[in-house]
């Protein structure tokens, strides 16, 4: 009987412990599907907001609300200034600035005059009017683009009498020789295939609508047409395309990015598969060359290929094709606070109460508005960089002491939780953009020179083989540098289409990129 009781009793131990650790199971599952229903809905706000939010980072009135919480000093102050450039204190109030901005000056004027009758300019007592002023309104005005056909004579000469004959026993005929042209044999010349180009790599206007456009106007170009003059144009400016390459690996700086780009036609891959656009912008700071470089692959070796033998700066975002590269000797990686922010934003949306999100990025836009002040005064580099130290590193010290205290009470798998975890493993490359006065806090500067990339994909969703990615690329990186350099794209296009049949070695070449152009010469220039 004794015997019974404590085999009962053993029995019984046994299943209040299964029990225990079925329940204790069940909760953890209960906890793991909970975190992951939360993660869900979050990543479905963040899309939904993608889909039909703001698409601008930028802070609402509302975000600065909830951020006088954490930075109400700043935040104060930042109100203060802004108010400053856009209203007017009068009598007790303030009013927005009234008025129109005013026409650009560069624009040509054609004045014409609204004159009274010659017999009204005479008052009632006799005494002819004195003109004693004028009102002046400018309106703008567009004629419709223009297409004509050159028309290029070449003269025939020959002798009457002897008819010329030299020792070969045939007849000379002297005739002048045909002018230089960037496409030879071809219809095209250098201001229209500028436009061309322009309209398509700078307007994102696929050939197909330009064939549309142009038949309005009474010209018969193909899309075909566009496409191999796009080719042959880019093969003439590889000697160009080569010298920006170096000039990339000359400065103090290199930022990289890379978009997707579908190609058809590629060997051994199917049609469907992503290929990408690689974008590279460096050389002089104050004369930066953007290099666009398309590739099969999104394979770190691309950025090891071409930087190779460069020492300095780079700065990226987070992929980890980019360790390597960061890696090597005389390398130094710097991180980008924008995907930093971006992160955040979206834990910032994802959510109804965002107090961390929202304190992070405010902590963030006291980074910037530090960077900023500091800019705007113009200091000598050794000046700036020791008031930049001064400024940024207690505030990079105690966002470091937040973040480590927060990802310790912060679910992982939450949108929250992941910003922690990226801004912390980004941590030493984040901060290293103190150490240069050609570093600026984020990559910016190469994502606005992949953005109209971007926006042509959209239109003309993939390339019709490697041939054209690799003419996109040159197109691309010719007309975006020449923009980072102050220059109209359709006028420097026509200017150098000009002058690349007369070039005869590289330094001829290298005279046509914008940072060695001769500006007198250019602003001669006339394509008309």
């Known amino acids: 009987m004794e015997g019974d009781i404590k085999s009962l009793a053993a029995e019984v131990a046994n299943l209040k412990t299964q029990i225990h650790e079925q329940q204790v199971y069940y909760e953890k599952r209960i906890d793991e599907i909970r975190t992951k229903a939360e993660l869900l809905e979050q990543e479905n706000k963040v899309l939904r907001h993608r889909l039909f939010g703001r698409k601008s980072e930028k802070l609402t009135q509302e975000d600065y609300k909830q951020m006088v919480l954490f930075d109400e000093a700043e935040c104060a102050t930042d109100e203060e200034s802004e108010r400053e450039k856009t209203e007017v204190s009068v009598a007790g109030h303030t009013r927005k600035k009234p008025g129109r901005k005013p026409l650009s000056e560069k624009l040509p004027r054609v004045e014409i005059i609204h004159d009274i009758p010659e017999a009204e300019k005479q008052c009632a007592c006799g005494s002819p009017l004195i003109r004693i002023g004028a009102e002046v309104c400018e309106k703008l005005k567009i004629i419709p683009a223009k297409i004509y056909v050159e028309k290029h004579v070449r003269p025939k000469y020959a002798c009457n009498n002897c008819e010329g004959v030299e020792n070969g026993g045939e007849a000379v005929v002297k005739i002048a020789p045909a002018p230089p042209q960037i496409i030879p044999k071809s219809i095209v010349t250098e201001t229209l295939l500028a436009y061309i180009l322009v309209s398509k790599f700078n307007d994102a206007l696929p050939f197909y609508r330009q064939e549309r456009m142009f038949k309005r106007i009474g010209a018969e170009i193909t899309r075909a047409d566009m496409a191999n003059w796009a080719i042959k144009a880019a093969a003439r400016c590889g000697e160009l395309v080569e010298l920006m390459e170096q000039s990339i690996r000359e400065g103090p700086v290199v930022q990289i990015d890379e978009t997707r780009i579908q190609v058809m036609k590629e060997y051994l891959r199917e049609d469907t598969s992503l290929s990408y656009m690689w974008v590279f912008r460096g050389g002089t700071p104050k004369k930066p060359v953007i290099l666009y470089k398309y590739h099969p692959t999104r394979s770190g070796e691309v950025p090891l290929s071409y930087l190779k033998g460069y020492a300095g700066f780079i700065q990226t975002d987070g992929y ?52 900023k002040e500091l800019r705007d005064l113009n200091l000598p580099d050794a000046e700036f960089m020791r008031k930049r130290k001064e400024a940024v590193e207690p505030l990079l010290k ?131």
């Open 320 to 371: 980890k094709g980019y360790a390597e590269v960061g890696s090597l000797p005389g390398i130094v990686h710097v991180g980008c606070w924008a995907h930093v922010r971006r992160k955040f934003d979206e834990a910032c949306k994802a959510v109804k109460k965002a107090g961390s999100a929202r304190e992070a990025l405010s902590k963030i836009s006291r980074l910037y508005a530090v960077e």
């Open 398 to 528: 105690a966002f470091k002491e937040w973040l480590d205290k927060r990802a310790a009470q912060v679910a992982p798998a939450t949108l929250l939780g992941k910003a922690l975890s990226y801004t912390r493993g980004e941590w030493p490359k984040l901060t290293s953009y103190i150490l240069s006065p050609h570093l600026t806090p984020d990559n910016n500067l190469i994502e606005n020179a992949i953005r109209p990339f971007v926006v042509g994909r959209r239109n003309w969703l993939f390339s019709g083989s490697p041939r054209g990615a690799h003419a996109s690329a040159a197109l691309y990186s010719i007309i975006q540098t020449a923009k980072a350099n102050g220059f109209e794209p359709f006028k420097y296009l026509s200017y150098i289409f000009s002058k690349i049949p007369l070039c005869n070695n590289k330094a001829d070449f290298k005279n046509l990129l914008p940072q060695y152009l001769d500006e007198n010469e250019y602003k001669s220039f006339s394509f008309q």
